[in-house]
């Protein structure tokens, strides 16, 4: 990333200046090493100094991370932190004053923009993050909803049409309460209906976290409780199940589990889950990682797919790669894009144009290059 961001820039300069002054093509490539070095070396202080403030650069701190820019430091640590880690990091990012959706690139047009010049259309995160839940405060409740009608408004108007919402539970002894489920999928719903109103599709995220040492069957039964409340708010506040996209959980057993699952099972047991659960009016689902690995997550989403005889159509979102997913809603008029993690488009993750689907209503995931 740092050398396509700057390095190239650098090399090229140096380059061309050798070009001109006839240089033979040793002295070329040195010229070129030479700018590649010193571009990977500049852009690295560059990220750094975000993080300290320097009366030399004169670079405000904190200047990257409070207009939604994620610099390498950032990445790496996100990388390399659990779900819940990274949930707050996201958080923190997204909580700046100069939302993605807000900036400009560095091409001239808005984010938004350059996302439909990419045949994809953008899209946002809108809650503001799960906080401790008042009655039980080792447990989280996703907050969000004041205000939110106006912002929903004025995402509408800057060119975004799918919104996603995340809710967290644990597994513990004791977790998740009632209170707990109830009051996650509560906010789900209220959210879900706003969103609705003002005509884009929210993206219903209710996730199980694979933090602790369940077995599978322990996440069988939370996910099913989870799901089956999160469907009868969705119901009461006259959410139509056709226009959202589901965003679960796999059934895994917990990262620190004595006894691990085949990819098999894994994908027998979620796809049950799902039957048993998820009203068959659900366009699609989109699963997120939760944690696992990329190879972990393929060959559980592959085993799915293979049994899959649902009405389903099935995919995952990588959120360290993605942030989020772009797809498809029914036929294919509605094509919703990622909000990037980064507004400097010409350095974040690519959005591929989505090829039409077929005649089944469905989802595709549109992968970052």
């Keep these: 990333m740092i050398e396509k961001k700057t390095a190239v820039l650098f090399s090229g300069i140096l380059k061309c200046i050798g070009i001109e002054k006839k240089l033979d093509k040793s002295d070329l490539e040195l010229l070129k090493q030479l700018g590649l070095s010193f571009g990977r070396a500049f852009q690295i202080n560059d990220d750094l100094s975000d993080f300290n403030t320097s009366e030399i650069t004169g670079k405000a701190e904190f200047k990257d991370l409070s207009e939604g820019k994620l610099t390498l430091p950032v990445i790496l640590l996100f990388e390399d932190s659990n779900s819940k880690q990274q949930d707050q990091i996201f958080n923190l990012i997204q909580s700046g004053e100069y939302e993605t959706i807000k900036q400009k690139t560095t091409l ?15 899209g946002i995160k809108v809650d503001k993050g799960a906080k ?13 909803l004041d205000g939110l009608r106006e912002r929903l408004k004025e995402y509408y108007e800057l060119g975004a ?4 919402w995340r809710a967290v539970y644990k597994i513990g002894n004791k977790f998740p309460s009632s209170q707990s489920i109830k009051s996650n999928a509560h906010a ?33 039964q ?24 589901l965003k679960p959980n796999m059934i895994i057993p917990g990262s620190d589990s004595t006894t691990r699952s085949s990819a098999e099972e894994i994908a027998k047991k979620t796809l049950d889950c799902l039957k048993k659960n998820v009203p068959s009016e659900v366009t699609g689902i ?14 559980n989403l592959n085993e799915i797919n293979k049994i899959n005889d649902s009405n389903f159509l099935i995919t995952f979102s990588d959120r360290v790669r993605l942030f989020n997913i772009a797809i498809v ?7 919703c894009g990622i909000n990037p993690p980064n507004g400097r488009l010409d350095n974040a993750p690519i959005i591929l144009p989505i090829p039409p689907v077929s005649d089944v209503g469905g989802i595709n995931s549109a992968l970052d290059v």
């Design 108 to 122: 001239g047009p808005s984010v938004p923009e350059l996302i439909s010049k990419n045949n994809a259309i953008p």
């Design 132 to 144: 401790p839940l008042a009655g039980s405060p080792e447990e989280t409740v996703t907050e969000g």
């Design 161 to 164: 049409r799918f919104t996603k």
């Design 188 to 220: 789900l719903a209220r959210y879900a209906a706003l969103v609705q109103e003002s005509k884009m599709v929210p993206i219903v995220e209710p996730e199980v976290l694979m933090d602790g040492s369940h077995d599978i069957d322990k996440c069988y």
């Design 222 to 245: 939370v996910t099913t409780n989870v799901l089956n409340e999160c469907y009868n708010e969705l119901a009461i506040h006259k959410v139509d199940l056709k226009g959202t996209v």
């Design 286 to 299: 989109a699963f997120l990682s939760g944690g696992q690995s990329e190879i972990e997550s393929s060959k």
């Design 329 to 335: 809603l029914k036929d294919s008029s509605f094509v």
